[in-house]
């Protein structure tokens, strides 16, 4: 039964970590934030319209033009030319229509931007860099491809990294910032030029050096979530990208330093209050800024993700854990001096409590990351966990926010805004809808980490086997949320995955005598205590009922779709019947200045979803365990009215939302939907199998369940040549399994479920299934006949299986099974190899069983 996991995070989440982002000004902005002066005779001067002529269409030519002549600026000997060229462009581009934006590009923007991370100018490679953040941001993840291609690395691990480093404890405080330099005397016109270049140079890097931290960081963060061929090229340096990563979220860098001392049995040196001393100095120096440590941890958490290399990284870095423990049980922000930037402003209570939090959040799922994954020692994995157990109260409160009244004081903020002539009282309300967008930032972490700490909670019981393969599976795939899975030889030699990720997905063989009494009292009583306080918030959490649920923007315009469907939950209705089924699109048309916070808003309902399919795989693995099953069959209520709620939504999911192709909400709507579906059916599965061993207290399942899931099953979202549209099938097969065998059920649905998953397998040797069926897909309908037949003695045994002719149908079956399996490449796909060799054996074994039964 697949997890969901996230490796990519959304787009949203990294431009709210971007206060720049694709920001659009009146002027070009340099990456610090500051106003770029026009240097004489450049196109910059007539640029003040430039920037936004995303709202003069007419104009577009000419700012193509002067975005064409920014390029040619980048390769000018002077440096203002260079530094106006590279800050203009970050803006000028962003705002250009996509076939402009593929012009320029062809220009060879990116690899004239690299180039630029190493001039001589300090400034226009730190200006260079926060071009391509930016770019990297707001674009897509094949643009963040084309950097690792042209070397973005090289500098960034020759140059910049070693830098920052190096010059972090004088930024800190912690060593004296070196006087400025003098030339010799008697000295030429060109030495004191020489030096007074030297003395700017040191000035820039040290005005500049948080924004070029926060740059260096989320720049990093889009390479680590692209694919595995730059992942592998970031793990070549792995010991520097954590080292960075590391320093700038270590408790002493970010305030806690005499804290971290004392919770370490660490002695100060020095006389007598050395102690009291060491406080007070480090109340006067200066604090990492927050913006800066979550970019930091935001690619580390990253970085971190089935990446064993980043793992062994963190595991030889002494002090490390201890850090990031007493970082997540600290619970207010630390007091004390923080970096006043040109793009942020000094720290005030309130924003330094949101970036605190999402930073606690952050060190909570590196930890877990660390714990969940082989390395280190095991009293160290298990310290952490236990850790984690006291501080999951963090995740918890989080999820309990009410979406409905953030959306609508959103709006209210808005109209504060819009109505207020007065400009702080206007800002004041800009201020209140920033606070906003990092609440529900924080919120989605939450919600991403809260749904690995479900999948994981089985871990310590499971055996050390369990927590170095985490992503092992009952049959089906091992699905990271974005990422890809082990297909066949033909995929195999196509070349690169989109995401890469290949994941370890172990045989179904004797999936419940891995079960045993004891480690599943224990892992019962971790999913027992999690339940009862998520269920219900997870479920409240993934109801598009906001105002800002699912919106479109002013450009799409269009009534929400409804077409005829099946009611998966009619418990009354003929089977058969539809009724008109409304889209999860929504008739609200959301302002630009709600955009990003209705965005994360529809994220937020489908990362609840899929943290509750992990919840039940969970609670499902524990069902056998007799305590567990009494106390779900005590919630049957609580399960029916999630069964029905989830299925109702996937039912709206499948619906098409009615957006022309060309509308820019229609590609996210669609993903947004798959998400849903995908969860959704594992949520199906999960439940399905709980239901199935719950003490007389069975759910409801209703007449048109099977149909609207069979139907389900060639639905584009399950048919398309996607790690997605297998997964949607490998869960579906899995859910019919135990729906098929539920106590009570008619002869004529279990033949119907029956019959379907004996059509997903070949017909002989040289037929296969019109279903076209992944081997991933061939081997959980296996498995779900085996466990759906494998009973002799059940109620429709004989007027289904043995009267309809199933045994005969399965034993010609054999042979092209067999024929499928030989294709799947052991060498490259040993794993899948494997189970697929075990499926087949399993499926001639049941054969031969049934034809010695009379």
Not at 50 to 73: C, F, R, Y
Not at 588 to 593: A, G, L, T
Not at 639 to 668: F, K, M, Y
Request: charged fraction near 25%; proline fraction near 5%; charge should be negative.
């Amino acid at each position: 039964m697949p997890k969901q996991r996230h490796r990519k995070r959304v787009r949203t989440a990294r431009l709210n970590a971007n206060p720049l982002g694709h920001t659009e000004s009146e002027a070009p902005t340099t990456i610090n934030g500051a106003s770029a002066a026009a240097p004489s005779g450049s196109v910059a001067s007539t640029s003040s319209s430039t920037a936004t002529a995303s709202a003069q269409p007419a104009k577009v030519g000419k700012k193509e033009a002067d975005a064409s002549n920014l390029i040619e600026q980048l390769k000018s000997e002077d440096d203002n030319q260079r530094i106006w060229a590279t800050s203009a462009l970050s803006n000028v581009f962003l705002t250009l229509p996509p076939g402009t934006q593929r012009l320029l590009l062809s220009k060879n923007l990116v690899g004239l931007l690299i180039e630029r991370l190493t001039d001589s100018n300090d400034q226009v490679a730190v200006e260079a860099l926060g071009t391509l953040r930016n770019l990297a941001v707001a674009t897509t993840s094949s643009l963040v491809s084309e950097m690792h291609n042209k070397k973005v690395l090289v500098p960034l691990v020759t140059h910049h990294l070693p830098t920052l480093i190096q010059l972090l404890p004088e930024r800190l405080g912690r060593v004296p910032r070196a006087a400025p330099a003098t030339a010799p005397l008697p000295s030429t016109a060109e030495d004191r030029k020489r030096v007074q270049a030297e003395n700017d140079s040191r000035d820039t890097r040290h005005r500049l050096y948080w924004d070029w931290c926060e740059n260096v960081a989320m720049l990093l963060w889009c390479l680590a979530e692209t694919n595995t061929k730059v992942l592998n090229g970031l793990n070549a340096h792995a010991s520097l990208l954590v080292e960075f990563a590391l320093a700038l979220i270590d408790c002493e860098a970010l305030g806690l330093g005499a804290a971290f001392v004392e919770s370490n049995g660490m002695e100060v040196e020095g006389k007598k209050g050395g102690k009291k001393n060491k406080k007070s100095a480090d109340q006067k120096r200066e604090r990492v800024p927050l913006f800066v440590a979550v970019a930091a941890a935001q690619f580390l958490n990253a970085f971190l993700s089935a990446n064993p290399t980043a793992h062994t990284s963190i595991w030889a870095t002494n002090g490390s854990r201890a850090s990031l423990l007493l970082l997540l049980s600290t619970s207010d922000a630390p007091l004390g001096k923080t970096a006043r930037t040109e793009t942020h402003a000094a720290s005030d209570p309130a924003t330094d409590a949101e970036e605190w939090l999402q930073l606690r959040v952050l060190a909570f799922g590196i930890l877990l990351q660390l714990s969940s994954v082989g390395g280190g020692r095991k009293v160290e994995r298990t310290t952490i966990r236990d850790e984690l157990k006291e501080c999951q109260t963090l995740l918890l409160e989080l999820v309990g926010t009410d979406l409905a009244a953030v959306a609508t004081a959103s709006h209210e903020s808005l109209k504060e805004e819009a109505s207020l002539a007065d400009k702080s009282t206007s800002s004041a309300a800009t201020a209140k809808l920033a606070s906003y967008e990092r609440q529900l930032s924080t919120l989605q972490l939450s919600l991403e980490v809260l749904s690995e700490w479900c999948a994981s909670l089985d871990a310590e019981t499971l055996g050390e086997d369990a927590i170095e393969d985490e992503d092992e599976e009952w049959g089906g795939i091992a699905k990271d949320g974005e990422g890809d899975v082990e297909m066949d030889e033909e995929e195999a030699e196509m070349g690169e995955p989109e995401d890469g990720i290949i994941r370890k997905v172990l045989p179904m063989e004797d999936e419940d005598e891995g079960l045993d009494v004891q480690p599943t009292l224990e892992l019962g009583a971790s999913a027992l205590t999690l339940f009862v306080d998520l269920q219900a918030k997870l479920v409240k959490l993934a109801q598009p009922s906001t105002s800002l649920s699912f919106t479109q923007s002013a450009s799409s315009g269009v009534a929400p779709a409804f077409a005829p469907s099946l009611l998966p939950t009619s418990t009354t209705a003929d089977p058969t019947a539809t009724i008109g089924a409304a889209s999860l699109l929504s008739s609200n048309v959301v302002p630009s200045e709600l955009g990003p916070i209705a965005d994360i808003i529809s994220t937020i309902h489908v990362r609840a979803i899929e943290t509750l399919n992990n919840l039940y795989i969970t609670l499902a693995r524990a069902i056998a365990a007799p305590n567990v099953a009494s106390f779900l069959s005590s919630r049957k209520d609580e399960l029916q009215q999630v069964w029905e709620s989830i299925l109702n939504l996937v039912h709206r999911a499948t619906v098409p939302s009615g957006l022309p192709s060309t509308s820019e909400d229609a590609e996210t709507i669609e993903e947004r939907q798959r998400e849903i579906v995908m969860a959704g059916t594992g949520i199906a599965w999960g439940l399905a199998r709980i239901s199935h061993e719950m003490e007389n207290a069975a759910l409801i399942v209703g007449q048109a369940t099977t149909p609207f899931l069979l139907s389900l099953f060639s639905h584009p979202f399950a048919t398309a040549t996607t790690p997605a549209a297998e997964s949607i099938r490998v869960r579906i097969a899995g859910a019919l399994g135990w729906l098929g065998r539920r106590e009570g059920i008619s002869n004529e649905e279990n033949e119907t479920i029956g019959t379907f998953l004996l059509s997903i397998l070949p017909l002989d040797k040289s037929t296969f299934s019109s279903f076209n069926p992944t081997p991933e897909v061939l081997i959980q309908s296996i498995d779900s006949l085996i466990d759906l037949y494998a009973d002799e003695d059940s109620a429709y045994d004989v007027a289904v299986f043995r009267s309809k002719g199933f045994l005969p149908r399965l034993e010609v079956s054999v042979p092209g099974v067999r024929a499928q399996t030989k294709k799947i490449d052991r060498k490259k796909f040993p794993e899948l190899r494997t189970r697929a060799d075990g499926a087949l054996e399993n499926l001639d074994a049941f054969v031969k069983y049934r034809k010695n039964i009379i």
